[in-house]
């Protein structure tokens, strides 16, 4: 089989390349045009195999795209390639707008071009997986809900709202010209290779640099956790075993405060590391209460029963043992954070101009 994967020099899709090339035979083929979040670093592992190749090219770019896929010849398309951080939508809508809803709308273009040249034996084959988030659904809060495939859309922030569009446009391809599109909803990713602009890197990363440890408003926003190798081996299981015009939502069944989560950080570095920068005790005492974000949703929580009743995916971490790992994974790779530092970010928190 043979995967193009766009977005797979990112934090999601490296981690999906690097599952489908260390743990089958397919070939896959990269797009991505490497903003400040695609790293090719992250793929090192991989980049030497002879069923990795990679390609750097912007979605919206529909001549590019359609050379690709002439060249290429799919047999399924992951679509990753997003601007996906919500305080920069905040600050700067725009881009989210071209990548996430025009960007998605000629890939699917130029993938059903190429799709309507096809054998009707490899069309019906032909899978398109458009990878989104549980942001789409809004915010649980005051209740003990859970976001289910038929839970209606409600975003909050511009990166959801332009998530919902792609969403949108993805299963209207589907019913309008029969194109085999499959979606994914997920929880909140965390895990290695993390750019460290979101907030477990961010704060693992702050600590180790005893700066403060910003928490959005109180920090009792609740995520449901997904620890990204988990969810890069769910979404091969849909890729290759899903079926066309379905949707599923895939989850960690790891409800969190993010204050909560703050504090276990801190209570693992503790553990880990004897140094601590000048004038704590505890890597807790860099904990700092900042202003909270426009239109923060409260809590986000996945039901992913269907996959694993349908396809057969659980996770495997639990967030104790995921967020171990995490933390383990970025004491050990400081040569990747460093050089993510010293190039095109700072360790700021990003997207908020006030």
Known sequence: MKILITGGAGFIGSAVVRHVIDNTHDNVLVVDSLTYAGNLESLVSVSDNSRYEFAQVNICDRSALDAVFATFQPDAVMHLAAESHVDRS???????????????????????????????????????????????????????????????????????????????????????????????????????????????????????????????????????????????????????????????????????????????????????????????????ELITFVKDRPGHDMRYAIDATKIDQELGWKPQETFESGIRKTVEWYLNNENWWRRVQDGSYAGERLGLTD
């Open 90 to 284: 905040i600050d700067g809508p725009a881009a989210f707008i071209e990548t996430n809803i025009v960007g998605t709308y000629v890939l699917l273009e130029a993938a059903r071009h190429f799709w309507s040249s096809l054998s009707e034996e490899k069309k019906t084959a032909f899978r398109f997986h458009h990878i989104s988030t549980d942001e789409v659904y809004g915010d649980l809060h005051g209740t003990t809900d859970l976001f289910t495939e038929t839970t209606p859309y409600a975003p909050s922030s511009p990166y959801s709202a332009s998530k919902a569009s792609s969403d949108h446009l993805v299963r209207a391809w589907q019913r309008t010209y029969g194109f085999p599109t499959i979606v994914t909803n997920c929880s909140n990713n965390y895990g290695p290779y993390h750019f460290p602009e979101k907030l477990i890197p961010l704060i693992i990363l702050n600590a180790l640099s005893g700066k403060a440890l910003p928490v959005y408003g109180d920090g009792a926003q609740i995520r449901d956790w997904l620890f990204v190798e988990d969810h890069a081996r769910a979404l091969y299981k849909v890729v290759t075993e899903g079926v066309v015009g379905e949707t599923y939502n895939i989850g960690g069944h790891n409800e969190r405060k993010n204050i909560d989560v703050v504090k276990t950080i801190c209570g693992l570095l503790d553990e880990l590391i004897s140094d601590k920068p000048a004038g704590i005790t505890h890597f807790s």
